[in-house]
């Protein structure tokens, strides 16, 4: 199907319930004495950061405040993810607990939207299980959601969304971004791979990639408010622009960012090893502002659970690229998601595994317990290796990644890096926390009036997560 934009017409209807919203809210802060507040928790991918960062937008322009608090909050939305079991169980574990506060507080808005809600037995089971729930909408339905929502507070019962609407784009979505110094930005929509195990082509549609102007316009605008770094996103985001037919691919995408005035740092995930040309590589290569790291994940090791799970690459072409990657740029940081336990995989599969994990040397990796996910191909199948075994695997994966992971953290110490400040670190509020180039963390004695600078580190220790060093 052609990529098409969500009209302007269209968009002209959820702009006239953002007015109403807004009308709604000036009386509601007239009358209580102070704004609705909204409070809006994200599950999942980067994809689904993005997404709440445009549903804030539409609520900040709907005349919404935030809070932290679920507790004080006037509307909730939960944003979710589908990818495994646990994420889901966590939302519905949210839902049961907002029962309570709803018994409490009728007029409060509960809305739930994102991946997990797309499938439609899911949607369902929130249907008849949480019927505290007002507001349901799926990722197609995004762009609409101020008229939902506006819906939603007027009308008794639950508003429900989960259409699809494959191969469109909406543009003029507001944003509210969380941080100025970096930005994501959405190149490209869905996944067409249908990896046997994952549901995200089912609760995302096809691919369908974003015009390049309408990204050069997003990321210029980002950078004259002061954005300096710009992570580009997609589920398989090297199959840029195959869907636009206008000769351009993310190849040709990453030289254009490259060009613009005013950006430091480019990052992008998530790339496909079967889209990963030498065209890339070169260009990741000679770009001076594209950072020296590459998520690639390989998923398996054994030659047979990578056809069984539809990923259209053997060991050795994902192998090649990797050493072919690592010539090109030496020192590149490499990072990679793996699963342990897809049904048919043996002790000596695993094996295979293993051995890639040690060959690469990872920077560091995303592992995941398969989980079965209902109407996938996977899921049909019967499982070879018991919970344990299974369990007993991934621990091994844990164990000899951890001590490679700390080992590479430790070639950094005594090195200078230049590090774009983010804020205060987590771990230590004493210290504020930045990332390298290759997106280590390093937490330093600094001020909060470095945000948002490049600082040059002399890194002096290395921990198992992150670095630590003083400025140089
Ligand atoms: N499009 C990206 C990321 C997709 S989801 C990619 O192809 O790499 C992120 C990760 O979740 C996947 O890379 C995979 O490792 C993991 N994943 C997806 N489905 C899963 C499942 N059913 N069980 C366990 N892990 C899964
Ligand atoms: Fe899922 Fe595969 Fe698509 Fe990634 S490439 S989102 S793992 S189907
Ligand atoms: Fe989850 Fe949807 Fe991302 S299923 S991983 S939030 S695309």
């Given at each position: 199907m052609a990529t098409t934009k969500i009209t302007k017409e269209e968009w002209?209807?959820?702009?006239?319930?953002?007015?109403?919203?807004?009308?709604?809210?000036?009386?509601?802060?007239?009358?209580?004495?102070?704004?609705?507040?909204?409070?809006?928790?994200?599950?999942?991918?980067?994809?689904?950061?993005?997404?709440?960062?445009?549903?804030?937008?539409?609520?900040?322009?709907?005349?919404?405040?935030?809070?932290?608090?679920?507790?004080?909050?006037?509307?909730?939305?939960?944003?979710?993810?589908?990818?495994?079991?646990?994420?889901?169980?966590?939302?519905?574990?949210?839902?049961?607990?907002?029962?309570?506060?709803?018994?409490?507080?009728?007029?409060?808005?509960?809305?739930?939207?994102?991946?997990?809600?797309?499938?439609?037995?899911?949607?369902?089971?929130?249907?008849?299980?949480?019927?505290?729930?007002?507001?349901?909408?799926?990722?197609?339905?995004?762009?609409?959601?101020?008229?939902?929502?506006?819906?939603?507070?007027?009308?008794?019962?639950?508003?429900?969304?989960?259409?699809?609407?494959?191969?469109?784009?909406?543009?003029?979505?507001?944003?509210?971004?969380?941080?100025?110094?970096?930005?994501?930005?959405?190149?490209m929509y869905g996944c067409n791979n249908f990896c046997t195990y994952c549901i995200v082509p089912y609760v995302r549609g096809r691919e369908r990639s974003r015009a390049p102007e309408d990204i050069m316009a997003e990321v210029r605008c980002l950078v004259k408010n002061g954005t300096s770094e710009i992570s580009l996103l997609g589920q398989n985001v090297n199959s840029y622009g195959k869907d636009l037919g206008l000769d351009i691919d993310f190849a040709d995408l990453l030289r254009m960012i490259n060009e613009i005035e005013g950006v430091r740092r480019i990052r992008f995930m998530t790339s496909h090893p079967k889209d990963l040309t030498d065209k890339l590589i070169y260009t990741i290569r000679d770009c001076d502002k594209v950072c020296k790291q590459l998520h690639l994940p390989f998923q398996a090791g054994s030659n047979k659970i990578l056809k069984q799970m539809n990923r259209h690459y053997t060991r050795e072409q994902y192998l090649a690229i990797i050493d072919k990657v690592k010539a090109e740029m030496p020192g590149i940081a490499l990072t990679t998601d793996v699963i342990v336990g897809f049904p048919t995989e043996t002790n000596e599969d695993f094996k295979d595994t293993m051995d890639i994990i040690k060959y690469v040397r990872y920077d560091s990796i995303f592992s995941f317990i398969y989980s079965r996910r209902e109407g996938t191909p996977a899921a049909k199948?019967?499982?070879?290796?018991?919970?344990?075994?299974?369990?007993?695997?991934?621990?091994?994966?844990?164990?000899?990644?951890?001590?490679?992971?700390?080992?590479?953290?430790?070639?950094?110490?005594?090195?200078?890096?230049?590090?774009?400040?983010?804020?205060?670190?987590?771990?230590?509020?004493?210290?504020?926390?930045?990332?390298?180039?290759?997106?280590?963390?390093?937490?330093?004695?600094?001020t909060p009036d470095m945000v948002g600078n490049y600082i040059d580190i002399r890194i002096t220790k290395a921990k198992q997560w992150s670095l630590e060093g003083q400025i140089e």
């Open positions: 002209a209807v959820s702009e006239e319930y953002i007015a109403r919203l807004r009308e709604d809210n000036a009386n509601f802060a007239a009358l209580c004495g102070r704004p609705r507040l909204a409070h809006t928790e994200t599950y999942g991918c980067q994809q689904n950061v993005n997404d709440t960062e445009r549903i804030r937008g539409m609520l900040h322009k709907a005349g919404f405040e935030f809070t932290e608090n679920a507790g004080e909050a006037d509307l909730i939305i939960y944003n979710t993810c589908a990818v495994r079991e646990n994420a889901e169980q966590k939302v519905f574990g949210r839902l049961g607990i907002l029962k309570h506060l709803k018994e409490q507080r009728p007029e409060l808005m509960v809305a739930v939207c994102g991946c997990m809600v797309q499938q439609e037995h899911i949607t369902e089971k929130i249907k008849k299980v949480h019927d505290h729930v007002d507001l349901i909408f799926g990722t197609h339905a995004l762009w609409r959601m101020p008229q939902l929502l506006y819906k939603a507070m007027h009308d008794a019962g639950v508003v429900v969304d989960i259409t699809e609407s494959d191969g469109s784009i909406a543009e003029d979505v507001p944003i509210m971004r969380d941080k100025e110094q970096k930005a994501w930005v959405s190149v199948l019967d499982f070879v290796l018991s919970d344990e075994e299974i369990h007993k695997n991934f621990d091994e994966l844990l164990r000899v990644q951890n001590g490679i992971c700390k080992e590479k953290n430790l070639e950094y110490v005594g090195r200078i890096e230049t590090v774009l400040v983010d804020g205060v670190s987590k771990t230590n509020k004493e210290l504020m926390t930045g990332r390298t180039e290759s997106g280590k963390i390093v937490n330093f004695a600094g």
